[in-house]
């Protein structure tokens, strides 16, 4: 994010100093993990965590703010949830359905065309038990480990929707992630969102 400062005078008089700062962070309008095998209609419900495993494809839909630039870095970052067996990857890919999420029509994300798009990222295990992005970053799988993948040159239109979809490599494979759906418990004994491992999109 930035932000950005201006003045404006009309007929010489001062109308004051402005100022404005873009979003630094921004959290999914929808995230879902989907049966992509079943093929139903599903409802709105807070599941605290997305599976990518088999049959099941994480979905994530953002809202790219109209004051990014191609000047800004952007990022995707993941949070993960509990173990995670890896024996092939996973795959972060484009998503080109545009308007998706869990309202009871033909754009619901259980029923809606589940074809993937590029691939942008791939995190593979190799045989010594390493886990690496495919530009050869080495990270951990362990709970509460941020996974970031760099997006600045897959996201290069702005003010508009950018979806993404995560799926595994191999049949074996299994990895959780935290959704925006994670709250933590408060003091009061009551619900509070726990934002900080929420998936989001950095701009910097």
Known sequence: ???????VTVDNVSGG?????TDDKIYPLND????????????????????VSKNKITFLRFDIPSTITDSH??????????????????????????????SPNNKNIGIIDHSL??????????????????????????NGTTLSVDLSDKITSYGEEYSIAIRALETTDK????SKE???I????????KKSVWPNLTFN
């Not at 994010?1 to 003045?7: D, F």
């Not at 990895?175 to 935290?178: I, L, P």
Request: aromatic fraction near 10%; glycine fraction near 14%.
């Open 1 to 7: 994010g930035g932000t950005y400062n201006w003045s």
């Open 17 to 21: 100093n402005w100022s404005f700062k």
């Open 32 to 51: 879902r993990s989907v049966d992509v095998t079943e093929n139903k209609s599903l409802i709105p419900i807070q599941i605290r965590n997305h599976e």
């Open 73 to 102: 870095k952007i990022n995707l970052n993941l949070v993960v949830d509990g173990d995670s067996t890896l024996n092939g990857g996973i795959s972060i890919q484009e998503y080109g359905q545009m308007g998706w999420g869990e």
């Open 117 to 142: 798009g590029a691939t942008i990222a791939t995190l593979t295990s190799l045989d010594n038990g390493t886990t690496v992005w495919d530009n050869g970053t080495a990270v951990s799988l362990d």
């Open 175 to 178: 990895v959780t992630f935290f």
């Open 182 to 184: 994670k709250r933590s």
């Open 186 to 193: 408060d003091k009061g004994g009551g619900y509070s969102h």
